[in-house]
């Protein structure tokens, strides 16, 4: 039994891919799409893992930015729901608590877009302090790169 739900953990986790692929490709309709098919399928209630990464990126297949700002939220809520034992099912080299300085920073950018650098601010300042939990490679550099650009242009307003 637990080698047909790993599978079906995996399989959900292909599907999300595929549709990130899409979406990195240009194509954020049909990425939109099949998002939008799998979180019915997934549902509220369903894997906190699956849930984070389908509304990470949903987000970033959103045009408007309330609505980015309501799936980075659900992302950030799954992960309030993971544990590092469910998340090395899916990958052994990452920790929950690596994903939360993107989480922020995602929720920092979306309300800067809507205009609320107070919110902006108070998730940017989260996203530093998390940022520790972060590796010394391309990912972690990559994320403090993005919170530092953020911040200057908070800085300059």
Known sequence: MREQHETSEDAVMTRIGQAVMLLHAGDREEARNRFG???????????????????HYMADTQ???GDELAWDLRALS????LTDERL?????AVAVRGMYPSLHLNLAADYVKLHRP????AHL???RAASA???DDGYGDGVRAAIARLDRQLAEG
């Open 118 to 121: 107070e919110a902006a601010r």
């Open 88 to 92: 090395a099912r899916h990958d052994t």
């Open 63 to 65: 045009d408007d930015p």
């Open 125 to 127: 300042d989260r996203a």
């Open 133 to 135: 939990a972060l590796g």
């Open 78 to 81: 799954a992960a309030e729901g």
């Open 37 to 55: 098919e799998l979180w019915a399928q997934i549902g509220e209630a369903g894997d906190p893992l699956h849930r984070c990464t389908l509304a």
